[in-house]
C-alpha cells in the first residue's frame, strides 16, 4: 500500500462510451502525474498538477481530459476513446513537482487496466 | 533509440542465484533511479542514485557516471523478487524524467 488508490482496477470501454479513472492520495502531496503504460512500452507521462494547476500536458491527445479539483484528487475523463489506447493507467504523486530531483520521491497507485473495446 | 536502455528485456533465474540488471543511458544527468513493479501495476521505488553505491536489504545499486552506467544486483534471489525492473534517469536541467522500457524478471523455486 502506498497511499495512491486508484480506481477501478480495471475497466472495459466501447469506443463511443464516456467513462473517468480516479486517483486520490492522503499523503499531503502537492504533485499529481497521469502516466501511460503500453505493453513492452516504455511509461510515458500525461499530465502533471502541481497546487491544482496543470503544469504540463505531453501532447496528450483531447479524448483524454484530466480534472484536479484539488491536491488530493485527480481524474483524467475518458471519451472516444480508440483501441490503442488500451493500457495500464497509472497515478503517481510526490511532495514537490518534478519528482527524483532533490531527494523527492513518486508514490504511484496500482493502476488501471484499460481495454477499449 | 531509446536514451535509457536496459538490458536484458527478460530474465530467469532459480531460487538462490545471484543477479544483475543494466542500464546504460546517452544524455547527462542527475539523478536515476530504480523502481519495480509487481504483477498487479503498481509500481514501488527502490533507489535513487546520483553516485556510487546503495544497499537496501539483498538490493544493491551502483552507478558509473563517467561511463553512464548503472546496476541493479540482486544477492539471493527469490520467487518474491519477480516483477518488471524499471531504470529512469531525471535530465540535468531536471526538467525531464526518462524511463527504460523494463527488465522482467522470473524467479522460479
Known amino acids: 500500500e502506498t497511499g495512491v488508490t486508484q480506481t477501478p482496477r480495471h475497466l472495459v470501454m466501447g469506443m463511443t462510451n464516456k467513462k473517468s479513472l480516479k486517483c486520490e492520495q492522503h499523503l499531503g502531496h502537492n504533485a499529481m502525474y497521469w502516466y501511460k503504460q503500453s505493453a513492452k512500452k516504455p511509461l510515458e507521462l500525461m499530465f502533471v498538477y502541481n497546487f491544482k494547476e496543470q503544469t504540463e500536458n505531453n501532447s496528450v491527445p483531447s479524448r483524454f481530459s484530466p480534472e484536479c479539483p484539488n491536491s488530493s484528487h485527480l481524474f483524467l475523463h475518458l471519451h472516444t476513446l480508440q483501441p490503442e489506447d488500451s493500457a495500464l493507467y497509472l497515478c503517481?504523486?510526490?511532495?514537490?513537482?518534478?519528482?527524483?530531483?532533490?531527494?523527492?520521491?513518486?508514490?504511484f497507485g496500482q493502476g488501471t487496466r484499460l481495454t477499449v473495446v | 533509440k531509446n536514451e535509457v536502455e536496459q538490458s536484458p528485456q527478460n530474465l530467469t533465474a532459480q531460487e538462490g542465484e545471484f543477479i544483475t540488471i543494466n542500464c546504460s543511458y546517452s544524455v547527462g544527468i542527475s539523478a536515476l533511479h530504480w523502481l519495480q513493479q509487481h504483477p498487479g501495476g503498481g509500481i514501488v521505488s527502490l533507489f535513487m542514485?546520483?553516485?556510487g553505491k546503495k544497499k537496501h536489504g539483498r538490493l544493491i545499486a551502483t552507478i558509473n557516471i563517467q561511463e553512464k552506467h548503472s546496476s541493479l544486483h540482486i544477492t539471493a534471489s527469490h520467487p518474491r523478487d519477480s516483477a518488471v525492473y524499471i531504470c529512469?534517469?531525471?535530465?540535468?536541467?531536471?526538467?525531464?524524467?526518462?524511463f527504460g522500457e523494463g527488465t522482467q524478471l522470473t524467479v522460479n523455486p
Open positions: 529512469a534517469v531525471r535530465s540535468l536541467s531536471g526538467s525531464r524524467l526518462t
Open positions: 542514485l546520483s553516485s
Open positions: 503517481a504523486s510526490s511532495q514537490e513537482v518534478r519528482w527524483g530531483r532533490q531527494n523527492t520521491e513518486a508514490f
